[in-house]
């Protein structure tokens, strides 16, 4: 790759998402939008190479994609109103430093709630992102043709609702943003522990991408705690990566982990945001709850000294937040841990998971360490089933297998 190539690609990771913004503003259509948007950039990787990179890359390419899309519309006489709207927009884009805020309104229109899930990461990843249609079919293991189509049809859904290109009033914030931060975590638990058996454990680019789109919300959006508490989640279990996953394959839990090979930099960063939100003095909400418990396991060289106290406390506060049967039983894995297993255990027998592989692995932990093994190994059989990790199912299979002979 030459140093022109390197810089195109690094313009398109840290521009393409304000280009596209500003299009969609000004011709209020996201197909526009999009296509000029890679024009703009097709035009860069040609022009470039023998032209010099642009002092200003970011305004060059808005300057081009603008110059396109206005030529575009002039050309399609079934524009017409479009084409009038067009000549009477300023040929000169507005200087970059203007628009931050276009690129919020990005975010919240592909995160919109009239847009199924799927769909609004897939936009997400699309216009926020720049990833290619290709790219986001391999991460999500759909047909390229589905997907683009899925993208499509959002776009087409986003026009024909009129659904509104703005942030949302401040009454509505709250709940918009949580939808957005929705998008965001799907995204990263995708990549952190991808859920088909023929993938890689651990899908590294779409934690970055997750972590990327995160910073930039953060970015347009300081002051609000979840958005902080989010992004320091993500950087307190992307930290870990490098030990999550032995040479042969296998999970590695949290308790096995070699700790010399988690990414101090990350922790420190992620430390730092937990204790930021902590001195606010505002009520944490989920995100912030369960990156201070990360910040907990995270804090110490050896598993023996986690302050189980802390993260049975913290869970406590969670459950009251979201007393889900999922929060209740990573709750019970901690009161294993400082009440003991068989406490842990009436917690668990309780809940209502009997679909969820999480459930029945904690369940034959727990049974293995009361020595009941064969009701242990009947429940590792049930997890292994219900997993779709690799890495994760020779893990239970490894751990049920020990049980041989006891």
């Known amino acids: 790759m030459t140093d022109v190539d390197e810089v195109i690609a690094r313009v398109h990771r840290e521009e393409w998402a304000r280009v596209v913004a500003i299009l969609a503003r000004r011709f209020g259509d996201l197909d526009i939008a999009e296509e000029m948007a890679a024009e703009a950039f097709a035009t860069a990787v040609e022009r470039w190479p023998v032209d010099g990179v642009p002092p200003n890359p970011g305004g060059w390419l808005t300057t081009t994609a603008h110059r396109k899309a206005i030529d575009r519309i002039r050309r399609e006489a079934r524009r017409e109103e479009k084409h009038k709207e067009a000549v009477m927009l300023s040929d000169t884009p507005e200087p970059i430093g203007a628009i931050d805020d276009d690129r919020l309104r990005l975010v919240f229109t592909c995160c919109h709630p009239a847009l199924a899930m799927e769909a609004r990461v897939a936009l997400t990843l699309r216009m926020v992102g720049g990833l290619t249609v290709p790219e986001i079919a391999r991460a999500f293991l759909v047909q390229e043709t589905a997907m683009g189509q899925r993208i499509t049809r959002a776009k087409a859904k986003i026009k024909a609702a009129k659904v509104p290109y703005r ?240």
């Open 167 to 406: 942030v949302p009033s401040r009454a509505d914030l709250p709940a918009r943003i949580t939808g957005v931060l929705a998008v965001l975590y799907l995204i990263f638990n995708e990549g952190y522990l991808a859920s088909d058996p023929e993938k890689e454990a651990v899908r590294a680019d779409l934690t970055a991408e997750a972590i990327r789109l995160t910073r930039l919300v953060r970015e347009l959006m300081p002051a609000d705690g979840e958005v902080a508490g989010l992004l320091a989640l993500m950087l307190l279990t992307e930290a870990r990566r490098a030990a999550r996953v032995s040479a042969s394959g296998e999970l590695v839990t949290l308790d096995e982990q070699d700790r010399g090979a988690w990414d101090r930099e990350l922790i420190a960063e992620g430390h730092a945001l937990v204790r930021a939100r902590l001195a606010s003095g505002e009520a944490p909400g989920r995100y912030q709850i369960i990156a201070a418990i990360n910040a907990v396991h995270t804090d110490v060289r050896d598993v023996r000294d986690t302050d189980w106290s802390q993260v049975v406390a913290l869970y406590d506060q969670l459950v009251r937040l979201e007393p889900s049967p999922i929060v209740r039983l990573n709750r019970a894995i901690a009161v294993a841990e400082l009440d003991g297993p068989e406490v842990a255990l009436a917690e668990v027998d309780g809940l209502p998971l009997e679909g969820y592989h999480a459930f029945h692995a904690t369940r034959a932990n727990l049974l293995r360490r009361l020595g009941r093994s064969g009701e242990s190994r009947t429940a590792y059989d049930r997890a292994i089933a219900l997993a779709g990790n690799t890495a994760e199912t020779a893990y239970l299979i490894r751990r049920r297998d020990q049980l041989a002979g006891h």
